[in-house]
């Protein structure tokens, strides 16, 4: 069964519509991250909560937004999506500890029109 | 701050065969971890392999072996019998100090029947 789910797979959004994403985790797991993936390039880190306590990256543009309600769920807002956000969007969570590994949901696939 | 380097882009290995993917990392903090995650084209990172900077053995897990050289800061990964459900792109990832991973920008492995 999956452990971290992203929804939906697929988001075709216009230019300048605001998107959420969503994540979900069965794991109980304290941390859960966002990270944003392009093509041929690292998963760059977005945000990431500690619990309640979210914990946002210097170079996170002021266009991505997230909440989490509960320890089970997370979101990701994009408030004025542009061209240069299309990407893959990874939600992940983990334990917290620099030995323990992170768990994956499947990503959202976002393009921009 | 933390970097992870993969140099090779892309490689190819035959069926059966055995194949080592590169990783060199930097960072400053003493006690770190290193992970290798698989992603095939469904989307999905799959944790592979974790070594501690303080394990005296290198990690093992199945097919999968890591040959960590602390000195060179070097984390490789060695798959040994390469299968063609190997094909995937293969990313390093490091945790120092804190729970946060930084990944490398990945290596595409192609297996050939």
């Known amino acids: 069964d999956a452990m971290v789910i992203q929804n939906p797979r697929y988001q075709v959004t216009q230019f300048g519509k605001p998107v959420t994403l969503s994540c979900s985790q069965t794991?109980?797991?304290?941390?859960m991250y966002w990270y944003q993936q392009k093509s041929s390039q690292a998963p760059k880190l977005l945000f990431h909560y500690y619990d309640k306590d979210f914990n946002n990256e210097a170079d996170t543009p002021d266009n991505f937004q997230s909440r989490r309600p509960n320890t089970s769920f997370c979101f990701l807002d994009i408030r004025s999506p542009g061209l240069g956000d299309a990407a893959m969007y990874l939600c992940?969570?983990?334990?917290?500890?620099?030995?323990?590994?992170?768990?994956f949901g499947q990503g959202t696939r976002l393009t921009v029109v | 701050a933390q970097k992870i380097t993969q140099t090779q882009p892309g490689m190819f290995v035959q069926e059966k065969e055995a194949v080592t993917l590169d990783c060199t990392y930097d960072t400053s903090d003493p006690s770190y971890g290193l992970f290798w995650y698989k992603q095939p084209s469904s989307g999905e990172m799959i944790f592979l392999i974790y070594?501690?900077?303080?394990?005296?053995q290198n990690a093992t897990e199945g097919r999968y072996s890591l040959n960590f050289q602390k000195a060179r800061k070097s984390a490789n990964l060695v798959i040994s019998a390469s299968q063609l459900g190997d094909s995937a792109m293969y990313f390093c990832a490091v945790t120092g100090g804190s729970y946060i991973p930084t990944f490398g920008r990945g290596t595409s492995l192609i297996v050939h029947p």
């Open positions: 070594q501690g900077s303080y394990d005296q």
């Open positions: 794991l109980n797991h304290n941390v």
């Open positions: 992940a969570t983990s334990m917290g500890g620099t030995n323990t590994e992170a768990f």
